[in-house]
């Protein structure tokens, strides 16, 4: 099993900038892929970005194209989410993800195995 913990959530305004992270323990060794996922209430959870391991493949979710970047530091086991030109629309808590297991898709929550808590970003008008 993988431990996730987010960190770098906080109250920005909007055009500003936060870069969350993501600290992965555990069975690292096993992660094939890592995401990030957002979620606000009564809204099922969105898909934001994710990174395949092995061939470094990218994918965008639609209203993170352009503005966000995913990145990862492979020696500290860390996934990172650049976020620029934050809009009260992204104002939600992010999730981390992590799959060990085997996925054709990497753009879903029932593609990853293991969750971080969530960290929050409020974004103000």
């Known amino acids: 099993q993988v431990q996730l913990t987010e960190s770098g959530g906080g109250l920005v305004q909007t055009g500003g900038s936060l870069r969350l992270s993501c600290a992965a323990s555990?069975?690292?060794?096993?992660?094939?892929?890592m995401g990030w996922f957002r979620q606000v209430p009564g809204k099922e959870r969105e898909f934001v970005a994710s990174?395949?391991?092995?061939?470094?493949?990218?994918y965008y979710g639609r209203t993170a194209e352009g503005r966000f970047t995913i990145s990862r530091d492979n020696d500290e086991n860390t996934l990172f989410l650049q976020m620029n030109g934050l809009k009260p629309q992204d104002t939600a808590v992010y999730y981390c993800?992590?799959?060990?297991?085997?996925?054709?898709?990497?753009?879903?929550?029932?593609?990853?195995?293991?969750w971080g808590q969530g960290t929050r970003v409020s974004v103000s008008s």
């Open positions: 990174i395949r391991f092995k061939g470094g493949s990218i």
């Open positions: 555990g069975r690292t060794v096993d992660i094939k892929a």
């Open positions: 993800a992590a799959l060990t297991g085997i996925s054709a898709t990497i753009a879903f929550p029932d593609d990853f195995d293991d």
